[in-house]
């Protein structure tokens, strides 16, 4: 793998792993609707994406349409948060956030069926690895895998952020991470803002707590996490990293052992090892475009 493409896996794991920290600050804001908690989570975030991004200076008409592709990213991505935030009020982290893993299976049929990529038995092998640990990680923690409205909605939530990652990759193309993520945080927010107005949810009288929580989704998850990842994202291939995001899932495990005492069980151990072996064996096997013939 070349030096680039290596410094760019490293980076896009280690802003998976602190988008772990998600879950938790979720859990955290008691008292907050889930489409408060998406406005805040951007509305915090966005002064931070938006100083970084002008440090580049004003938009190149030639960006236009990678930035149409960044906003209809933000669009996915708050689709995604929206059901993903109602999945965990109706079940745990880990299951609500295992069956959003699901995203690299549709990542990868995506980029084999409509972008004439191949992908080679190894591959398969890692992605296959990789699904599997997520799904030990949730059927270890009582995840209803076939029932349950939180599952369901998980899932729903598991195409938004497939369809995020996908225009976040096509973004990152001509478009700097900065700019890319500044462009779906200022979408997500005005989205998930006009949701919560219609819906009339409360944007006020939250406990310390909460108001803490929703700061740290905003800085710690949806600055310095996605700003890793759209980084990463550049340097990859939308497939290899979408797989490469399945870290979230060991990191989700793991701080809520450190963080809710939720201590993981053999089972989900055997998990956080299936998703790492996958991660391995996808980063020295990625998808390839497929070789046009000539004639």
């Not at 004439?116 to 990680?137: D, I, V």
């Not at 909460?210 to 996605?226: E, I």
């Not at 990859?236 to 490469?244: I, K, N």
């Not at 870290?247 to 939720?262: F, N, P, R």
Request: glycine share 14%.
């Amino acid at each position: 793998m070349p030096q680039a493409d290596r410094k760019g896996l490293l980076a896009l794991l280690l802003g998976a792993a602190l988008l772990g920290f998600a879950a938790i600050f979720v859990k955290w804001a008691v008292g907050v609707s889930p489409l408060a908690v998406g406005f805040y989570r951007m509305l915090f975030a966005l002064p931070c994406v938006l100083l970084l991004a002008l440090r580049e200076g004003p938009p190149r008409a030639a960006e236009a349409k990678a930035m149409a592709w960044a906003a209809f990213g933000g669009l996915c991505f708050s689709l995604d948060l929206w059901l993903w935030h109602i999945a965990l009020h109706w079940t745990s982290a880990a299951n609500a956030t295992l069956l959003v893993g699901m995203a690299p299976l549709w990542v990868t049929l995506v980029g084999v069926v409509f972008l004439r990529y191949r992908l080679g038995r190894w591959g398969w092998l890692g992605l296959l690895l990789a699904l599997s640990g997520a799904a030990s990680l949730g059927v270890a923690a009582g995840a209803r895998l076939g029932g349950g409205r939180g599952e369901f909605l998980g899932f729903l939530a598991s195409f938004g952020y497939a369809g995020y990652m996908l225009a976040l990759s096509r973004a990152r193309v001509t478009l700097s991470a900065p700019r890319a993520l500044a462009t779906a945080v200022a979408m997500a927010a005005l989205s998930f803002g006009l949701l919560a107005l219609f819906q009339g949810a409360a944007f006020g009288g939250f406990p310390a707590q909460s108001w803490l929580a929703l700061v740290g989704l905003g800085l710690v998850v949806q600055v310095g996490a996605w700003w890793l990842i759209s980084w990463g994202f550049g340097h990859v291939p939308a497939s290899l990293g979408s797989l490469g995001m399945l870290i979230q899932q060991a990191a989700t495990v793991l701080l809520g052992w450190l963080l809710l005492k939720e201590i993981p069980g053999p089972a989900q151990g055997f998990g956080i090892l299936l998703i790492l072996s996958g991660i391995v064996i996808g980063a020295t096997n990625p998808p390839v475009p497929r070789s046009v013939s000539k004639r």
